[in-house]
């Protein structure tokens, strides 16, 4: 291939790219980008800088300085010039509290979130968008496969989440970091490498680099990529399964108590009744969050108790789940007593 053949090539690449992925945010007029300033984040940048529908949305763009390496200051007002540069208004944002001795990552991508949140609340976005792609995915599914996680879990990212009250939009979840990165030398786009993605004290640089030897025992970013998919599938049949079932079951709903028909419950298979118990939760406490083992035991319990027709009560998520008299209730539970 000519060198003027490898750059039509690379010229129609980004033209898929820009077509297929941006469409996904054509329903939202006002975005706020995240950009870290890696070569997924700044090509995302450049995409939406040449989008059609550019000039009828309102677009920001904002780089948080977690504040973990001397250098991220100075990137960040780099990646705020390049952003001027193209048009795009720019937030710097900071995470300010002390940082966590363990769980570092975790609480930082936490801390990331609430930070775009507040942003995107105070410029009146409607969404926040970032960068996942289809690398971050199958290493994101290969991360929760060595947690056993759920089917929920090895669906992977999903392509709409929430961000708060905000959708949080992965619009290139179907492209390789090898076309990002064409993208960005095809503009002449500098961009920044964060050394984090090498440390190995984080469990995914160390996944990152037994990719090879996992690819030759099965686990190649194809193979991962495709669980996600059929794991994705199965957990929207599931969720399907447990609206219906939990819609037959619905008896009272108020902001007090949810109050669900016990013999409908008892009639669905444990997964969903687990879920359905989740989305009932969720429905008196939006903001809670379920972890998998507790609410197994928790759903388990009540599943044991309508299936010998016993009385049975638990918390959740600081919900008081009561399973009596042919129903299951659901209310806040009071505030526990300080000592």
């Known amino acids: 291939m000519s060198d003027a053949e490898a750059e039509t090539a690379i010229d ?5 790219l ?16 995240a950009v870290s300033g890696g070569p997924d984040s700044v090509a995302l940048m450049l995409l939406c800088a040449h989008w059609s529908l550019r000039s009828y949305r309102d677009i920001a763009v904002a780089t948080i300085d977690h504040r973990l390496r001397k250098a991220a ?5 780099t990646v705020g010039r390049w952003a001027r540069d193209l048009g795009y208004a720019h937030h710097l944002l900071t995470w300010e509290e002390e940082k966590p001795a363990t769980r570092l990552q975790e609480r930082a991508r936490q801390a990331r979130y609430a930070l ?6 105070r410029i009146g976005a409607s969404a926040v968008v970032v960068a996942h792609h289809a690398d971050d995915q199958a290493e994101t599914i290969l991360f929760r496969l060595t947690r056993g996680s759920g089917i929920a879990g090895l669906a992977g990212m999903a392509r709409i989440a929430r961000c708060e009250e905000f959708a949080l939009l992965r619009p290139l979840l179907d492209f390789r970091k090898a076309e990002l990165e064409a993208i960005c030398a095809r503009a002449g786009q500098a961009f920044f490498r964060d050394p984090s993605n090498e440390d190995d004290n984080f469990a995914r640089a160390r996944l990152r680099k037994l990719a090879p030897v996992l ?3 099965g686990f190649s970013q194809e193979a991962l990529l495709r669980l996600g998919a059929r794991a994705s599938r199965a957990d929207a049949a599931l969720t399907q399964c447990a609206a219906e079932t939990l819609q037959r079951a619905w008896r009272k ?15 669905a298979p444990p997964e969903i009744l687990q ?34 027709r016993k009385s049975v009560k638990t918390t959740l998520a600081d919900i008081s ?14 505030p526990r007593r300080s000592s």
Do not use: F, W
């Open 275 to 308: 879920r359905a118990l989740a989305s009932a939760i969720l429905r008196l406490a939006p903001a809670a969050t379920l972890r998998l083992e507790r609410l197994e035991r928790a759903s388990a319990r009540i599943g044991d108790a309508l299936t010998a």
């Open 215 to 217: 690819a030759a025992q």
């Open 116 to 121: 775009l949140a507040a942003c995107a609340r």
């Open 73 to 77: 200051r100075a990137e960040a007002e």
């Open 18 to 33: 820009r077509e297929q992925a941006l469409e996904l945010l054509a329903p939202y007029p006002s975005l706020l980008l």
């Open 253 to 267: 709903d108020d902001a007090a108590c949810v109050e669900l028909d016990a013999a409908t419950l008892c009639a």
């Open 321 to 334: 789940i009561e399973a009596s008299d042919g129903r299951v209730r659901l209310r806040r539970a009071p």
């Open 12 to 16: 129609e690449s980004i033209e898929r």
